[in-house]
């Protein structure tokens, strides 16, 4: 009797954290990012401490989707998804936003701190795609930065984020790889 009901307990355990992450990339999924936005973003106001958002975005998806199809799309997110995990600490939090983009909260990091990050992704990146060229397809990332700002509720901290991206992937000149625009301050 009680080994059926610590295996139900291990069953119901192992199903609860399948169901916040994302099935293809093994990160965090939305309904997993909704939570821990207002956790962590109520703890940086009751600490002091900021926290920071990055939103990511695969440049050049839709073509390699078209060019080599979706389980060639399926295995670059999958890479691009274990390349953020080895960016970060364990701290923090990697999420398929969805689609090809995919957000990044960083508890208890400043400025500097985030942007020591994107320099190791923007690394890890061009590193990466030197070594896995897409035929004539450069797989980058534009990436938008940005510092919770008291006052501000998490989903405006996510909509700037996403806005500063937008305006990098219109803004990127000669492929680079990752350039962010300077967080709030």
Not at 100 to 118: C, M, N, Q, S, Y
Request: hydrophobic share 35%.
């Amino acid at each position: 009797h009680w080994t059926s009901c610590l295996e139900r307990a291990q069953l119901y355990e192992r199903v609860k954290e399948d169901s916040l992450r994302d099935g293809m990339t093994q990160l965090y999924n939305h309904e997993y990012l909704l939570h821990r936005l207002d956790e962590e973003v109520a703890r940086s106001l009751r600490t002091g401490r900021p926290v920071s958002f990055m939103m990511l975005d695969l440049d050049n998806f839709k073509q390699v989707n078209d060019r080599y199809g979706h389980l060639m799309g399926d295995y670059v997110l999958s890479q691009v998804a274990s390349i953020l995990k080895t960016c970060v600490r364990g701290s923090d939090y990697v999420v398929r936003y969805g689609g090809d983009e995919f957000l990044i909260l960083l508890p208890e990091t400043d400025e500097k701190g985030a942007e020591i990050v994107r320099q190791r992704i923007g690394e890890k990146m061009t590193e990466w795609d030197r070594n896995h060229r897409m035929g004539e397809v450069p797989i980058s990332l534009s990436l938008g930065l940005y510092l919770h700002v008291p006052g501000q509720t998490p989903e405006q901290d996510v909509a700037e984020a996403d806005s500063r991206m937008y305006l990098e992937k219109q803004g990127m000149k000669n492929g680079a790889m990752v350039s962010t625009p300077t967080p709030a301050d």
